[in-house]
């Protein structure tokens, strides 16, 4: 199984453009496209689909879901051996996207507005290929969203816009399989997103989740490429990005709320990861 991850930033959130059902015969093979500017999620129900993608090939079974990228060239690498079935999704986004080996975590690049309330940023996490873990209800769920599109009522596109927005969310949280460690290291992601301006260090994360320090290490190793600490850092220096960006706020303030005990650590560190100090990043991309 593929285990590149699709990450892609929230708001603006995507839309569903397009979607059908449909049935290959033996023989039959999906068209060759490139940049056709959507994502292209397939849902096979039966039977398997023999995909390439820039020159790398795919075999998507039945229960098996595959996204193609809306920059890629795709075709399939030899026909279908019987008779399949499955559901197609074009999808757009403006959002900040990414294809990788581990999920990116993204601030939204829109801008915030310095009031109390804001929308909070998300990243939407996406597997290449990944088995249905609830067949029935995925199914039941892409059924009801083409049946929507097929309405002559004016105002459907409300309802279809609604169930999208609900089966993203089902295969985002736990429609699609992952073992135990990416669901491990998904809620420490999670815990640094959500506790980034306090001091947070490998023995408050081990007695967060009840773990050995060297566990966990493992863990945000193997599914981010990286240890929570640094993970932390990024964490830390991206949603800063976005402050010197779309507030007025002193960078000595945006230290602290980001979890910098004071403005040299957080100078040092920015220039470390950036290359350019946080009053030359707010020069530069401040519109």
Known sequence: MDQQIISISMPPFPSFIEGNY???????????????GFFDLIFVKKGALFLREDGKKYTIHANEMFILLPNGEHDSWQPCEEETSFFWMHIYTTSRWQQSNFPMRFVSELPI?????????????????????????????????????ESSRIDSIWYTEELFLKFLKYID??????????????KVHLFLA???????????????????????????????????IELLEEIRIETAKQYLIHTNKLIKNIA???GFENYISFTNQFKKM???SPKKYRATYKK
């Open 173 to 186: 949280t736990r429609g699609i399989s992952k073992d135990r460690v990416t669901m491990l290291a998904e």
């Open 256 to 258: 602290e709320l980001v």
């Open 113 to 149: 507005p310095e009031l109390h309330f804001h929308q909070k940023s998300y990243t939407l996490q996406l597997p290449k290929l990944g088995e249905i873990t609830e067949p029935n209800l995925i199914f039941d769920l892409l059924n009801e969203i083409q049946k929507s599109t």
């Open 274 to 276: 950036t290359g350019m």
């Open 22 to 36: 449909i049935t290959f015969k033996a023989g039959q093979s999906h068209d060759h496209r490139y940049n056709i």
């Open 194 to 228: 959500e506790h980034l301006a306090e001091h947070i260090d490998n023995n408050r994360l081990s007695d967060e989740f009840h773990l050995h320090v060297n566990y966990i290490a493992r863990v945000m190793t193997k599914v981010y490429g990286k240890t929570a």
